[in-house]
């Protein structure tokens, strides 16, 4: 099964710094309020769900090894674990999220 997902365009605008002179900028630029707030975006990702991981793992089931079949099979018990794992690894943590 394919999983559809959403997306956001978000637009930031800053504009609580007066404009100044090159010469003698403030101590806290447009630019630096920017970034910091892209920061903390990206420090804090979309919560994981396993559930649409687990639900494709279910799918291929019959094709994993007997002892992943038992881990997705008894999720509820290893989902700490299963949670680590998904999310140490870019490409499995894109699925998860």
Known sequence: GNVEKGNISVKLTVDC???QHSSMPPSETNVGILS???Q???ARPFPAD???YLDG???VGG???LWLRFVVANSWLFSPIL???VLSKQTTAATAR
């Open 40 to 42: 903390r975006l990206e």
């Open 83 to 85: 949670s680590h794992v």
């Open 63 to 65: 094709d994993l090894p």
């Open 57 to 59: 793992m279910g799918r």
């Open 36 to 38: 910091r707030a892209i």
């Open 50 to 52: 396993l559930g649409t």
């Open 17 to 19: 710094v007066p404009p």
